[in-house]
């Protein structure tokens, strides 16, 4: 069953158009991410379904109920914010039950759920304290179990993790998906961390410009992306976007004598290439300098020149590389992605060639 419904949503403000006809479902017990830059839409879209923005065009539907015009109050959803939007002077026990208090649900029913949550989320030696007395994960916490008290099917996060540090971020992103699968909630999760998306979510709906630019699982976003702008945002680094050229042999990387990346005549192409892909061979491949070496530790990754094009290749290990050093990268044929380059889009029908010796 599907849970959320957009059709052809769009928001404008004045002459901008933040969300442009976006159309998308979650299914019922699904997780799924909102992604993208500063200013792609993804908060405005999260609150069009909440109910705190009006639509101007298109249809939302959570539970198969058409809620368009509804009020938040009636949409049976819950939200975290990100600012955590706690009452200071309230104890986390009272910030937890305050929505229930609102609603009038009588005290013991109150004290029941305040008790699941304190469990499921390790706040029970901490219900007497205030906001302030609380770490940045305890807080976050205590704004989740506020949403989760309200037991509504549907809850939406706008970027949740943002204020906390790198530790807490990852422990918080491992917390909530289990939370989620355990509860069964369907959740709504608004992120610009590709990280958070990749290892949380079921789907994973990229905006840019206020449009969908891609749908998807994780695994496919990563391995098929739709467009340039999906395969340069997704992946540490993004993949390699660069431009060919036209041979009599067929495209090579641009500024460069080969090798044949496809026999397809097939002017206007863009070639892409996943860096953990790329490696470094000394008989094969396409001729590049090096122009920077950082070595991370389980990896190092290297950047190259290769005629117009620069490749980043990342190597597992320590590479004993300097800058202006020549090498040889090569890749698998499967591995190769290409782009149209005037629309920007995907091309399946364009098979890649053999690396010749």
Not at 127 to 147: F, H, M
Request: with cysteine; net charge positive.
């Amino acid at each position: 069953m599907t849970a959320i419904a957009l059709q052809g949503v769009t928001k404008d403000w004045g002459a901008t158009r933040a969300v442009d006809a976006v159309t998308f479902a979650v299914e019922e017990g699904a997780l799924a991410v909102l992604l993208g830059p500063s200013g792609c839409g993804k908060s405005t879209t999260l609150r069009l379904v909440a109910g705190l923005e009006t639509v101007s065009a298109g249809r939302i539907l959570i539970g198969g109920v058409d809620v368009t015009g509804a009020p938040p109050s009636r949409r049976n959803v819950s939200m975290v914010f990100q600012s955590y939007a706690l009452f200071p002077h309230l104890s986390v026990a009272e910030n937890i039950v305050f929505g229930l208090k609102v609603r009038r649900v009588p005290r013991a029913e109150r004290e029941r759920r305040l008790a699941r949550v304190a469990e499921l989320l390790g706040l029970g030696a901490l219900l007497a304290r205030k906001p302030s007395q609380l770490s940045g994960g305890q807080q976050q916490r205590v704004a989740l179990g506020r949403a989760i008290i309200a037991e509504t099917p549907v809850c939406l996060m706008d970027e949740p993790l943002s204020n906390l540090d790198a530790k807490l971020r990852h422990d918080m992103r491992r917390e909530i998906r289990a939370l989620q699968q355990k509860l069964g909630m369907t959740m709504l999760y608004v992120t610009h961390d590709q990280v958070e998306a990749m290892s949380m979510a079921d789907r994973v709906i990229l905006l840019r410009d206020g449009r969908i630019e891609q749908d998807a699982t994780p695994a496919e976003l990563y391995a098929r992306p739709a467009t340039a702008f999906a395969a340069g945002f997704i992946g540490t680094p993004p993949m390699n976007v660069f431009p060919l050229a036209e041979t009599e042999r067929g495209l090579v990387v641009a500024g460069t004598r080969g090798p044949v990346l496809t026999a397809a005549r097939a002017p206007g192409l863009l070639g892409g290439l996943r860096p953990e892909a790329a490696r470094l061979d000394g008989g094969r491949g396409v001729d590049a300098v090096v122009d920077e070496c950082e070595y991370l530790g389980a990896d190092t990754m290297l950047g190259c020149v290769a005629g117009e094009a620069r490749l980043v290749v990342r190597q597992p290990g320590r590479v004993a590389a300097v800058p202006g050093e020549r090498v040889r990268i090569a890749w698998e044929p499967g591995d190769l992605a290409f782009f149209d380059a005037a629309t920007r889009r995907r091309r399946d029908d364009i098979a890649p060639a053999p690396l010749a010796p």
